[in-house]
């Protein structure tokens, strides 16, 4: 069973950088589509970017200017780091596995998502 | 890019009723339209692919159906463990949207 898990900082002053990591473990991140998904408190689901496991990357064009997603596979992990925050990044970020089904992708499996606030 | 929208935003029944979730997209998606359970504090779950597709584990009461661009997704008989937060996602094309989410209570 394929499983996800997030870590980093739960807290992130003004102006700095968020950096979030993700832990796959009962699969390879090989052949398959990494993505970071954020909810902030009482919202909906908002996509942040993918990378595919050879280390190509897009990126929700909202953010496309201050996030970056790598993937390290010895590690079996992949990572998000997104720059200059303000407190409208105030979010559960979940890392998810998409699965290819037909042209497009759905999200199988997902981590426990990680609650990370900026404020000063 | 696609938008979705979902209807009603919050929704009140009480345990064995019939509920259904409406999903429309703002253009034709065929049916790649997936549905999400979200319980409070929890990771969304996937429910449904292809609009009418059971992934494995998710209970018969659980059904979908749709094509084009309106879509729904009903629960024959509530359950107290139905409560949750549910999305819609669209994945014709890139980039993949969700709806806004429909908040399912118990009346």
């Known amino acids: 069973q394929v499983q996800l898990h997030e870590s980093g900082p739960g807290l992130v002053k003004p102006s700095e950088t968020l950096s979030l990591t993700c832990t796959v473990s009962g699969g390879s991140i090989s052949g398959y589509y990494w993505s970071w998904i954020r909810q902030p408190p009482g919202k909906g689901l908002e996509w942040v970017g993918y990378v595919y496991y050879v280390g190509s990357a897009n990126y929700n064009a909202s953010l496309r200017s201050r996030a970056t997603i790598a993937v390290d596979m010895s590690k079996n992990q992949f990572s998000l780091t997104l720059t200059s925050v303000t407190a409208a990044d105030t979010a559960v970020y979940y890392c998810a596995r998409e699965r290819s089904h037909g042209s497009g992708r759905i999200y199988d499996y997902w981590g426990q998502g990680t609650l990370v606030s900026v404020a000063s | 890019d696609i938008q979705m929208t979902q209807s009603p935003s919050t929704l009140s029944a009480s345990i064995g009723d019939r509920v259904t979730i409406t999903c429309r997209a703002n253009?034709?998606?065929?049916?790649?339209l997936a549905w999400y359970q979200q319980k409070p504090g929890k990771a969304p779950n996937l429910l449904i692919s292809k609009a009418s597709s059971l992934e494995s584990g998710v209970p018969s009461r659980f059904s979908g159906s749709g094509s084009g661009t309106d879509f729904t997704l009903t629960i024959s008989s509530l359950q107290p463990d139905d409560v949750a937060t549910y999305y819609c996602?669209?994945?014709?094309?890139?980039?993949w949207g969700f709806g806004q989410g429909t908040k399912l209570e118990i009346k």
């Open positions: 253009q034709s998606i065929s049916t790649w």
């Open positions: 996602q669209q994945y014709y094309i890139y980039s």
